[in-house]
């Protein structure tokens, strides 16, 4: 039989206990209490309600008591945004020398078109996949007796956790050589400004898109805006958060097309869905304008 290579975690979780089988979709809001329990009081705290939610995970996997608070897109997104910037954190890239580091500046100064970015999201349902395998299962949750609860981790074991689970994942799955080059092809419209509206209606789509596990992006999307050519000729960007005034002068010398581009780029059109909305007959032509464009960037910043 064909093995099923675009499994994202499990495919839900058959609960056993004497004269009782219970199953737990994953599409059920339940499956991620195996991460929700593990985060942080710090983390939970973010969103003060889910701090009303049992630490006894006896009543509330066996009932639907509380199907208010998890039956939510806040619950989802307060699981998924804690995991997808922690593993944020673990993610290496090369740096001039050859070695590896963190990636440099905050998680929310890179676009949400960044691949990066996007794969700090994909990871998560590997993450409640690889807790089956290292103690934190969804059956041993089931298994706790009624009135026992779990406690917080403190946020340096939780830090710990993610820590050793995420560079297995990035190994297993063999996403270095994709990470390096998506680092060494990174330009400046890869960065956002806090204030950036563009960064807001992104984030307003995402927020919207990311609320089913269906929506999780698989590796080929996440590669979709690779170009097909890596050079060692692409510009390089600076480290630092771009000033918002600076790039926004910048953008007002571009002509309308290549600020369409921009435009476009940063609302996470792929460079196919960009050539047709521009005029260019292929995504080639948009990768080498956004790269033309990044070359006139660095030029204006030296002026």
Same mark, same amino acid.
């Given at each position: 039989m064909k093995s099923d290579r675009t499994q994202r975690g499990p495919k839900g979780f058959i609960l056993l206990e004497p004269g009782n089988i219970m199953q737990?979709?994953?599409?059920?809001?339940?499956?991620?209490? =195996?991460?929700?329990?593990?985060?942080?009081?710090?983390?939970?705290?973010? %969103?003060?309600?889910?701090?009303?939610?049992?630490?006894?995970?006896?009543?509330v996997i066996r009932s639907d008591d509380y199907a208010e608070l998890l039956n939510t897109d806040v619950f989802l997104e307060l699981v998924w945004d804690c995991y997808a910037w922690s593993a944020w954190q673990c993610f290496e890239v090369p740096n001039k020398d050859g070695d590896y580091r963190e990636i440099p500046g905050s998680f929310n100064s890179y676009s949400g078109d960044f691949p990066l970015w996007r794969l700090s999201y994909t990871i998560i349902p590997y993450i409640r996949e690889k807790f089956e395998h290292i103690g934190l299962s969804f059956q041993s949750?089931?298994?706790m007796p009624r009135g026992m609860e779990v406690p917080f981790l403190t946020y340096q074991q939780f830090s710990n956790l993610i820590g050793s689970v995420v560079p297995m994942i990035v190994k297993e799955q063999n996403w270095?050589?994709?990470?390096? =080059?998506?680092?060494?092809?990174?330009d400046e419209t890869?960065?956002?400004? %806090?204030?950036?509206?563009?960064?807001?209606?992104?984030?307003?789509?995402?927020?919207?898109?990311?609320?089913?596990?269906g929506a999780m992006l698989s590796l080929d999307q996440l590669m979709e805006d690779t170009p097909d050519s890596i050079t060692a000729e692409s510009a390089p960007f600076e480290e630092e958060i771009i000033e918002s005034q600076t790039f926004e002068a910048f953008v007002a010398t571009l002509s309308e097309r290549?600020?369409?581009?921009?435009?476009?780029?940063?609302?996470?059109f792929t460079l196919k869905e960009i050539?047709?909305?521009?005029?260019?007959?292929n995504h080639s032509a948009v990768s080498k304008r956004i790269h033309h464009i990044s070359e006139k960037y660095s030029e204006y910043r030296n002026q």
């Open positions: 737990i979709l994953p599409e059920d809001n339940k499956s991620w209490l =195996t991460l929700f329990y593990s985060l942080p009081e710090e983390l939970v705290s973010k %969103r003060p309600a889910y701090m009303n939610l049992p630490r006894c995970p006896f009543d949750l089931f298994n270095q050589p994709i990470i390096d =080059t998506i680092w060494a092809t990174r890869d960065y956002v400004f %806090r204030n950036s509206l563009v960064k807001k209606e992104f984030m307003r789509k995402w927020s919207h898109s990311r609320t089913s596990v290549d600020q369409q581009i921009l435009q476009f780029k940063s609302e996470g050539a047709a909305k521009v005029g260019y007959q």
